[in-house]
C-alpha cells in the first residue's frame, strides 16, 4: 500500500492550510494554465485520481460533466471532500491508486493533480486509465517537475553571483525521494521527464503537451516571493490522449 | 543569417580536436543511444540537418541508405566532409538551415545532430522537414539538454555537501545563451523540454521517445571523469514520426 502520509496528523494539518486547500481551483497558481489543457467536460464522464477535498470534481459538475468520480486514499480527504460536495453527479471513492480497478471504457477524461509522483507502480496505473478511458479519451495530469524533485536537499541556495541558484544533482538517479515537507518523511518517486513521456506512449497514450510551469509574470508581480520560481519549474503539467 | 562560428579558426581548431571530430560517431558517448531511435535506413533517402564532418551520412550509406544529403553552414566543415566521404549516394550541400529550401516528399529519415540549439528559427526549419519528408517518416535529432544550457555560467560548483551541483537558473527564459565554448561568443538558443515538444506538434509531428541523456555506469566505469554528467544530463535525444 502506498503511503498515506495525507491521514497523518501533522501533515494534513500543514496540507489544510494551504492556499490550495482554503481557496481550492483558485488557490492553485498553475489552474489556469492546467484548466486550458483540460478539453470540454460537458456531458463527460470524469475520473479524478487523487481528487483530494474535491475541488476539481465539483468544478467538473459546475462545468456539466454528466458523472464525476473522485478517488483518494486519504480518508480524511474524502470525508471533508463528501461533506463539501452537494452535486450529485459526483460521487466519491476510497482507494490505493496502485490497487485501483475501473470498469473498461467507463470515462471520457481521466485527470490528476499532483498525485502520480507519489506512485510507485506508475506504468501499472497508467494501464488502469487507459482501459478505463473509451478511445480518444484525453488524460491531463500534473505532477512536481523532475527539476524540483532531483535534489536532495531540494532548496535554493546562493549561486556563484549570490543570486539563488537551483543545487540540481541526481536528476538521472530515479527513485524515491524523502523530504520533510510538511511532516518529516514523506516519500515521493523522482522520474525524468522522459520516463513520464516512455511510461505514456507505453500505455498507448499520444502525448499533446508538456508545460513546464512556472508563475507568469503578473503573478510575481502580485506576489513576489513567487519569482525564484522562474528560475526552475515546480510542476509539470501533462496532457495526452488515446488514439481514437 | 545563423552565427557561423565552425568556420571561425579559433573555433574550428578546437571542435577538430574533439573525440568525435577524431573518432566520428564512435566518439561520441550519446552515439549507441541516439542509434537505437534511428529506424533503418536501408533503401531510404535521408537528410542530416548540420552534418558536419558528415559522420552520420556515411554511417547511413554504409547502412544501405539509398540517398543522403547532408547539410550544413560550415565551408570548412563540408570541406573535410567530401573528402571523407568514398559513397555515390551520399552528397553535401551548403545552407544556412534557416533558409533551407528541400523538394516535397523528397525524404524518409531527418536527422540532426548538436545543431538546433543554435538556430532561432527553430519553427521554420521544423516546417522545412515536415514538408520534405513523406508520410510516415520518422524525425531524431540531438540538442544540448535545456537543463545543461539554460544557467549562465554553466558549469558544476561545490553544493551544501560540497558534492558537485549543477547552479540551474533561468531555466524557464527561454532564448539566446552567450557561452565560451572552444571560442568566446558562442551564441546558444536556450528552450525549454516543453517548448520542443510544442514546436514538433505545431509542425504535425507525433512525439514518439525524449530520451534525457546522460552516461551510462559502463561508460563513468571506463572514464570516471564523465560521473559528474549523470548528476544532469547533457544531451536531449528525441524521435518523432509524421503520421501516415
Chains 1, 2 share one sequence.
Not at 72 to 96: C, F, G, I, K, W
Request: aromatic share 12%; with cysteine.
Amino acid at each position: 500500500m502506498a503511503q498515506n502520509v495525507y491521514d497523518e496528523a501533522e501533515f494534513f494539518s500543514g496540507y489544510s492550510q494551504l492556499p490550495r486547500s482554503i481557496h481550492g481551483l483558485d488557490g492553485a497558481a498553475e489552474w489556469p494554465t492546467l484548466r486550458e489543457l483540460v478539453p470540454s467536460v460537458a456531458g463527460r464522464r470524469v475520473v479524478d485520481l487523487g481528487c483530494g477535498f474535491g475541488w476539481f470534481c465539483r468544478w467538473a459538475a459546475d462545468e456539466g460533466a454528466a458523472e464525476v468520480l473522485g478517488v483518494d486514499l486519504s480518508a480524511n480527504m474524502l470525508e471533508r471532500a463528501r461533506r463539501d460536495t452537494a452535486q450529485p453527479q459526483v460521487r466519491y471513492e476510497r482507494h490505493d491508486l496502485e490497487q485501483l480497478a475501473l470498469a473498461p471504457a467507463s470515462f471520457d477524461l481521466a485527470y490528476s493533480s499532483l498525485t502520480f509522483h507519489y506512485l510507485v507502480d506508475l506504468a501499472g496505473v497508467f494501464r488502469t486509465v487507459r482501459t478505463a478511458l473509451v478511445p480518444g479519451s484525453a488524460f491531463v495530469f500534473s505532477v512536481e517537475h523532475p527539476i524540483f524533485m532531483a535534489p536532495s536537499p531540494a532548496a535554493f541556495v546562493d549561486g556563484p553571483e549570490a543570486a539563488p541558484v537551483w543545487p540540481l544533482d541526481r536528476y538521472l538517479d530515479e527513485g524515491p525521494r524523502v523530504t520533510d515537507w510538511l511532516a518529516p518523511g514523506v516519500v515521493k518517486q523522482h522520474r525524468t521527464i522522459g520516463t513520464y513521456v516512455d511510461l505514456l506512449r507505453d500505455a498507448g497514450f499520444v502525448l499533446d503537451r508538456l508545460v513546464e510551469w512556472g508563475p507568469s509574470d503578473a503573478q510575481v508581480a502580485a506576489t513576489p516571493e513567487w519569482r525564484v520560481e522562474q528560475e526552475r519549474p515546480p510542476f509539470l503539467l501533462v496532457a495526452a490522449h488515446l488514439p481514437a
